[in-house]
Nanobody, 124 residues
Framework: QVQLLESRGGLVQPGDSLTLSCIVS????????MGWFRQAPGKEREFVAG????????FYADSVRGRFTISRDKAKNTLYLQMNSLKPEGTAVYYC?????????????????WGQGAQVTVSS
C-alpha cells in the first residue's frame, strides 16, 4: 500500500503562483511513477504532470507546460507541483497519484493510489 497526503490548496488571483506538496509513504518501491491530476467541476479528471521517482525525468500536459513544474525530494519522500502564471481555468481539485507503471503514464485509470485532493481556486 502507498499513502499520499497532500497539502492544502488555496485561493489565488490570476497570474499568481502556488506550490502543492504530497507526502508519500508506504511501499513506494512499487510505484515508480508519480503524477498530478486535476478535476474541474463537471469535467473529467485530467493529467497535469508526471515524474519518474528515481530517475527524475518528467512529462507535462500541453496546457501547463512552461508554467508548471513537477519535482520530488527523495530524502523527504515528497512530491511537489509548482504552479506559475495561474489562470482561472486552472480552478480545480488537484490530486497527487502513484502508479505501478513506469514511463509517461497519463491515464487516470492507470494510477492506483490517490491523495485526498486540494482545492485550488483562481479568481480575481
Amino acid at each position: 500500500q502507498v499513502q499520499l497526503l497532500e497539502s492544502r490548496g488555496g485561493l489565488v488571483q490570476p497570474g499568481d503562483s502556488l506550490t502543492l506538496s504530497c507526502i508519500v509513504s508506504g511501499r513506494t518501491s512499487s510505484t515508480p511513477t508519480m503524477g498530478w491530476f486535476r478535476q474541474a467541476p463537471g469535467k473529467e479528471r485530467e493529467f497535469v504532470a508526471g515524474i519518474r521517482w528515481n530517475q527524475g525525468s518528467y512529462f507535462y500536459a500541453d496546457s501547463v507546460r512552461g508554467r508548471f513544474t513537477i519535482s520530488r525530494d527523495k530524502a523527504k519522500n515528497t512530491l511537489y507541483l509548482q504552479m506559475n502564471s495561474l489562470k482561472p481555468e486552472g480552478t480545480a481539485v488537484y490530486y497527487c497519484a502513484a502508479t505501478p507503471f513506469a514511463g509517461g503514464v497519463i491515464t487516470a485509470s492507470d494510477y492506483d493510489y490517490w491523495g485526498q485532493g486540494a482545492q485550488v481556486t483562481v479568481s480575481s
